[in-house]
T-cell receptor
Framework: DGGITQSPKYLFRKEGQNVTLSCEQN?????MYWYRQDPGQGLRLIYY???????QKGDIAEGYSVSREKKESFPLTVTSAQKNPTAFYLC????????????FGPGTRLTVL | DAKTTQPPSMDCAEGRAANLPCNHS???????VYWYRQIHSQGPQYIIH???NNETNEMASLIITEDRKSSTLILPHATLRDTAVYYC?????????????FGAGTRLFVKA
């Protein structure tokens, strides 16, 4: 089945540690996105990538980093510089350039203790 | 991107039509209206989109006013599983640098 996978679903880390969230898609989509969602709030864009080896900052990129070495993969690193990292993180991909239909993964809930 | 305004919450009886409004008075001529929904603790799900004509698919219908300043998403026979947050988004299609901004949306409660 085609889709987007994120792992793990729940992640716990100690304050001051970097952590990398996985996002993989087998939909052959060019564009991929990372969003952050806080309780009761909408989604905010962290980073996005339209093609391999290229990515752009979203609205809240500070304290995060990404890479796009392969079309299928867009990992997100939450660094120790992110002041409030505890949140629900969602990865998405988009069909081509003519559509805004984004497919979302199941999300990773990160808790920093 | 044009800003959208949605009511924070709505109730609907199971089996009845759920009509979710969205205002986008600053929409420009080449911007589409998209609807997504998010069931608790899951990723958002695409529902439907349209430019100026009404659209229907297996999930819902989208009614866009003639001046395009508002739209309504219709779930014709709401079920308990339709309880979710519904996001209305306005975006230009066919251009690079897509950034879809999801606001707070409308929390729809479908009650038995």
């Amino acid at each position: 089945d085609g889709g987007i996978t994120q792992s793990p679903k729940y992640l716990f880390r100690k304050e001051g540690q970097n952590v990398t969230l996985s996002c993989e898609q087998n939909l052959n989509h060019d564009a991929m996105y990372w969003y952050r969602q806080d309780p009761g709030q909408g989604l905010r864009l962290i980073y996005y990538s339209q093609i391999v080896n290229d990515f752009q900052k979203g609205d809240i990129a500070e304290g995060y980093s990404v890479s796009r070495e392969k079309k299928e993969s867009f990992p997100l690193t939450v660094t120790s510089a992110q002041k409030n990292p505890t949140a629900f993180y969602l990865c998405a991909s988009r069909v081509g350039t003519d559509h805004n239909e984004q497919f979302f993964g199941p999300g990773t809930r990160l808790t920093v203790l | 991107d044009a800003k959208t305004t949605q009511p924070p919450s709505m109730d609907c009886a199971e089996g009845r039509a759920a009509n979710l409004p969205c205002n986008h008075s600053t929409i420009s001529g080449n911007e589409y209206v998209y609807w997504y929904r998010q069931i608790h603790s899951q990723g958002p799900q695409y529902i439907i989109h349209g430019l100026k004509n009404n659209e229907t698919n297996e999930m819902a219908s989208l009614i866009i006013t003639e001046d395009r300043k508002s739209s309504t998403l219709i779930l014709p026979h709401a079920t308990l599983r339709d309880t979710a947050v519904y996001y209305c988004i306005v975006r230009v299609a066919g251009t690079g640098g897509f950034k879809t901004i999801f606001g707070a949306g409308t929390r729809l409660f479908v009650k038995a």
